[in-house]
């Protein structure tokens, strides 16, 4: 799960609230106190992008390949997890500083952060109740993003086969953030 940003206009640094369960590409609204939230309702209007991940379990950074922990004859059973190259506070990314980095003004970035998405570049993209693009228009219908290249293999930059002579991060879709 992850966000590369492209190019973007705001790097914006906010506090988030606590107890938040936020991955990098998540897009992210103020609560009444100026803290950050995830989006929750279809078709509202975010403040931005989460460029930083706030969770206790997964990583919001790419990764290409497993890593497997625990395997021994421990009696524990093992566990398969994407390898990335920096866990920071066992995935708190905004735990030393209680904020977190938000894009918004604009900006071009591929994410694999999608909800429902049919169509073809140049559709319109809206935020669903888990803080995810989509296709599908709902609630205040608020359009935040223009898709721009639709879903499909994005490459690592690690040798391979898979995409234009890399290995593949998975699923990625490019899209011009309006917000």
Not at 51 to 56: R, Y
Not at 100 to 120: E, L, M, P, R, W
Request: glycine share 12%.
């Amino acid at each position: 799960m992850a966000l590369i940003p492209l190019y973007f206009v705001v790097a914006d640094h906010i506090a988030v609230e606590p107890g938040q369960e936020i991955i990098e590409g998540d897009f992210v609204k103020l609560n009444n106190d100026g803290e950050v939230v995830i989006c929750d309702t279809a078709g509202e209007l975010p403040y931005g992008v989460a460029g930083d991940t706030k969770s206790t379990s997964v990583s919001g950074l790419p990764s290409i390949n497993d890593a497997t922990i625990e395997a021994g004859d421990d009696g524990v059973e093992p566990q398969t997890k994407p390898f990335v190259n920096r866990v920071s506070d066992s995935f708190d990314e905004t735990k030393a500083s209680g904020r977190i980095t938000v894009y918004h003004s604009g900006g071009k970035f591929a994410t694999d952060q999608i909800g429902t998405i049919v169509g073809n570049p140049g559709h319109v993209l809206y935020v669903n109740v888990s803080g995810k693009l989509t296709t599908t228009s709902a609630g205040a219908a608020n359009i935040i993003a223009i898709m721009t290249k639709a879903p499909a293999d994005w490459p690592s930059g690690v040798p391979g086969t898979d995409v234009h002579g890399s290995m593949s991060l998975g699923t990625y879709m490019e899209y011009k953030l309006l917000i």
